[in-house]
């Protein structure tokens, strides 16, 4: 039987890697940011749709079928193995609300690189560990100990350091810096929703689900704001396609997976590696060159993640 909590280890490296270059292609697009965002989903929610079928038609061999909703086969170790879910209307409902957020944190965040650099951009909007790791004491149960709130406070107090230089810069970057911070919000919320959720539905399921469900909710947004949906050039469609594919089914699936197998605030500190990978990527192609300071906060972050994951 495979060990599905050591291969998400090997695993999310590898995601955020696929990640760390979401800010790259958006910053390449020169369509609107909900735009950017929309496609984006949509078309994460049509590269799942085929996989999501097939499985609906030839599901795993350990599916049970009939039964209740969300009632799912156990394996020999008593655990209910991933993908063989029946999800009942609460998981639905809170999929749904998880796709809502998801759209918010794209909306704010994409919107943020338009003001501020990519690596305060990234950076802020992975400081969402410190609200993951108290909606999971409060809500999943998920104890930590006086040492792991620790090093998540040093994480923290890293970002902060590494986005300090921005505070000078004017105030469409304060803007910018908001935004990411109100992505970090949302992106909190989903994960901590994604964790509840993929208790007992599969990821195939709850992908699908909310990633059609955040470009529902972007499409309602897109159109209220009378931004239009095109035309825009083959080069834009590349970019969109490559956000739903490397960063985002490559990336933030993974992660969606990697939820039922490990702690949510975990997975967020192991996130956390993306905007250094981000910051490095935009010195060599946009020639965004980090200050001291920048440099300062990197390092405290990598030590708040070490430490966590060390006590972990």
């Keep these: ?93 809170l999929s749904l609300l998880s796709g809502f957020f998801l759209a918010a944190h794209f909306a704010t965040w994409i919107s943020s690189l338009r003001y501020t650099s990519i ?40 970002s902060i350091v590494l986005s300090w230089g921005d505070l000078a810069k004017g105030n469409h970057v304060l803007l910018g810096d908001l935004l990411a911070i109100l992505g970090a919000l949302s992106v909190g919320a989903y994960m901590t929703l994604g964790r509840v959720v993929r208790r007992s539905m599969g990821v195939t399921n709850y992908t699908t689900l909310v990633y059609f469900t955040s470009a529902l909710v972007l499409f309602v947004v897109v159109t209220l704001g009378g931004i239009p949906l095109g035309p825009y050039a083959a080069r834009e469609f590349a970019l969109f396609l490559g956000l739903a594919f490397f960063c985002t089914i490559l990336g933030h699936s993974v992660y969606s997976w990697a939820l039922k197998y490990v702690s949510s605030t975990y997975l967020s500190l192991n996130i956390l590696i993306e905007p250094i990978l981000a910051g490095i990527l935009a010195f060599f192609i946009f020639q965004e060159v980090p200050t001291v300071v920048n440099g300062i906060g990197a390092f405290i972050v990598l030590v708040g993640i070490y430490g966590y994951s060390r006590e972990k």
């Design 119 to 158: 690596a305060s951009s990234v950076l802020l909007v992975n400081t969402h560990p410190v609200m993951v790791f108290f909606l999971s004491r409060v809500f999943l149960k998920e104890g930590g100990g006086r040492r792991e709130f620790f090093y998540v406070i040093v994480t923290v107090v890293g």
């Design 1 to 93: 039987m495979k060990n599905y909590h050591k291969l998400s280890r090997i695993a999310l490296p590898l995601a955020v890697f696929f990640a760390s270059f979401s800010s790259i292609f958006i910053r390449w697009s020169t369509a609107p940011s909900l735009i950017i965002a929309f496609y984006r989903m949509m078309f994460a929610g049509l590269l799942v749709l085929p996989y999501f079928g097939y499985r609906k038609v030839f599901p795993r061999s350990g599916e049970k079928e009939g039964g209740s909703p969300g009632q799912t086969r156990k394996n020999r170790t008593g655990t209910d193995r991933a993908g063989t879910d029946r999800a009942g209307p609460r998981e639905i409902l």
